[in-house]
T-cell receptor, first 110, second 114 residues
Framework: AQRVTQPEKLLSVFKGAPVELKCNYSYSGSPELFWYVQYSRQRLQLLLR??SRESIKGFTADLNKGETSFHLKKPFAQEEDSAMYYCALTGRGRDDKIIFGKGTRLHILP | DVKVTQSSRYLVKRTGEKVFLECVQDMDHENMFWYRQDPGLGLRLIYF???????EKGDIPEGYSVSREKKERFSLILESASTNQTSMYLC?????????????FGPGTRLTVL
């Protein structure tokens, strides 16, 4: 079954501390992985995708095919990182749907 | 810049009413989606459409229908609203290319059914 699991509903981290938002997936094939973010009172938007191998707002995510994980990391948390984060995957087919995890709310403590 | 707009930010309806949620995108995207977003449940796909007049059921289509008469517009219809349909509704669009594209989301419609 195709599934995205985010084990933490809420993660509280002190400002300046490292952040790791966990994401594990189950997919038969080679998926594309994404992280989406929703800041307070803003629309859901793409943060980064694994194929781009980019760092956005200091966040990175590495696809670990052996562990079927795509954890989101940032070395030093900032207060503006407080938001809802969704891990998502889709297949490589033209009409493949995107599957979202249930989300993790990141709360940065001052 | 892709723009996805939704007709209302907040909507309050009564049980049994017929409700229309409209979504418009201005980037000629082929694919459009309707999700509902609930705390602890994440985003759940209701319906999606790959082309005009085409529609596919998502994971939770019961109680909903959709209409796509024009490429830029995708409507979600609640034939007879019920209190368990109180939720945040998100519309999204994407254009399939050689690689899976990102989804562009609208601002959401918070629907309350009394």
């Amino acid at each position: 079954a195709q599934r995205v699991t985010q084990p933490e509903k809420l993660l509280s981290v002190f400002k300046g501390a490292p952040v790791e938002l966990k994401c594990n997936y189950s997919y038969s094939g080679s998926p594309e992985l994404f992280w989406y973010v929703q800041y307070s009172r803003q629309r859901l938007q793409l943060l980064l995708r694994h194929i781009s191998r980019e760092s956005i707002k200091g966040f990175t995510a590495d696809l670990n095919k052996g562990e079927t994980s795509f954890h989101l990391k940032k070395p030093f948390a900032q207060e503006e990182d407080s938001a809802m984060y969704y891990c998502a995957l889709t297949g490589r087919g033209r009409d493949d749907k995107i599957i979202f995890g249930k989300g993790t709310r990141l709360h940065i403590l001052p | 810049d892709v723009k996805v707009t939704q007709s209302s930010r907040y909507l309050v309806k009564r049980t049994g009413e017929k409700v229309f949620l409209e979504c418009v995108q201005d980037m000629d995207h082929e694919n459009m989606f309707w999700y509902r977003q609930d705390p602890g449940l994440g985003l759940r796909l209701i319906y999606f459409s790959y082309d005009v007049k085409m529609k596919e059921k998502g994971d939770i289509p019961e109680g909903y229908s959709v209409s796509r008469e024009k490429k830029e517009r995708f409507s979600l219809i609640l034939e007879s609203a019920s209190t368990n349909q109180t939720s945040m509704y998100l519309c999204a669009s994407t254009n399939p290319g050689t690689l899976p594209d990102t989804q562009y989301f609208g601002p959401g419609t918070r629907l309350t059914v009394l």
